[in-house]
């Protein structure tokens, strides 16, 4: 199998992502491997983090697939890939990062909104579309995407909560997308608050805690 299907499978296996956003590489860091300990494999390091590669080279020995976030151009894709980024996310897609991902055979996962905003995706060689933000739409949105594009994958980030986490994935959603719940947490009660709570999302959405 090749490496982007290595990387969609268990990102798909996992059924969530945590999306992490630290304040300091070392927070980012901490949290990572926090829900790495909870069971989450699939983590997204995002490039709003301050020297966000130190991050990278921390966690390029743990057992999960290593991804970048908030990509939002080429360049960074690039960057990203090359410090070990095995999937590439951003808020928004963008054609540029998706030939460059396909380029290298990274999985590129674009946020969009509309069913336009999809197919354009979908057309550039994007398995998985980034619903974002999610907190905009009911979990209902999925089958009416998937009526007209049975083959889209959505996973639904922004607004996901162990509230509403359950609810997305029998929408059919394949994964969903996790971050402030994970930061609060750790800034609130520290690591070992992350672990417990990655463990209840991954409970949750019947992910595979290996």
């Given at each position: 199998?090749?490496?982007?299907?290595?990387?969609?499978?268990?990102?798909?296996?996992?059924?969530?992502?945590?999306?992490?956003?630290?304040?300091?590489?070392?927070?980012?860091?901490?949290?990572?491997?926090?829900?790495?300990?909870?069971?989450?494999?699939?983590?997204?390091v995002t490039y709003t983090t301050p020297q966000v590669r130190k991050v990278?080279?921390?966690?390029?020995?743990?057992?999960?697939?290593?991804?970048?976030?908030?990509?939002?151009?080429?360049?960074?894709?690039?960057?990203?890939?090359l410090n070990g980024a095995q999937f590439v996310v951003s808020p928004n897609?963008?054609?540029?990062?998706?030939?460059?991902?396909?380029?290298?055979?990274?999985?590129?996962?674009?946020?969009?909104?509309?069913?336009?905003?999809?197919?354009?995706?979908?057309?550039?060689?994007?398995?998985?579309?980034?619903?974002?933000?999610?907190?905009?739409?009911?979990?209902?949105?999925?089958?009416?995407?998937?009526?007209?594009?049975?083959?889209?994958?959505?996973?639904?980030?922004?607004?996901?909560?162990?509230?509403?986490?359950?609810?997305?994935i029998d929408a059919g959603a394949v994964a969903v997308g996790i971050g402030?719940?994970?930061?609060?947490?750790?800034?609130?009660?520290?690591?070992?608050?992350?672990?417990?709570?990655?463990?209840?999302?991954?409970?949750?959405?019947?992910?595979?805690?290996?």
């Amino acid at each position: 199998m090749f490496p982007k299907y290595e990387s969609i499978k268990e990102a798909v296996n996992e059924r969530v992502v945590a999306v992490v956003r630290g304040s300091s590489f070392e927070e980012a860091i901490a949290i990572s491997k926090a829900a790495i300990a909870g069971g989450i494999r699939a983590i997204e390091v995002t490039y709003t983090t301050p020297q966000v590669r130190k991050v990278f080279e921390a966690l390029l020995d743990e057992n999960a697939v290593i991804g970048a976030g908030t990509v939002l151009d080429s360049e960074t894709a690039r960057d990203a890939i090359l410090n070990g980024a095995q999937f590439v996310v951003s808020p928004n897609f963008d054609e540029k990062i998706a030939t460059l991902c396909n380029r290298y055979s990274v999985p590129y996962f674009p946020g969009c909104m509309t069913i336009a905003e999809m197919v354009r995706a979908v057309e550039s060689g994007c398995d998985i579309i980034k619903l974002f933000p999610a907190n905009q739409f009911e979990p209902s949105f999925i089958g009416s995407v998937n009526g007209p594009l049975p083959n889209v994958r959505v996973m639904p980030t922004g607004g996901i909560s162990l509230k509403n986490a359950s609810e997305w994935i029998d929408a059919g959603a394949v994964a969903v997308g996790i971050g402030s719940d994970l930061t609060k947490a750790y800034r609130n009660d520290g690591v070992s608050a992350v672990m417990e709570l990655a463990k209840k999302y991954v409970e949750l959405t019947g992910g595979d805690p290996k």
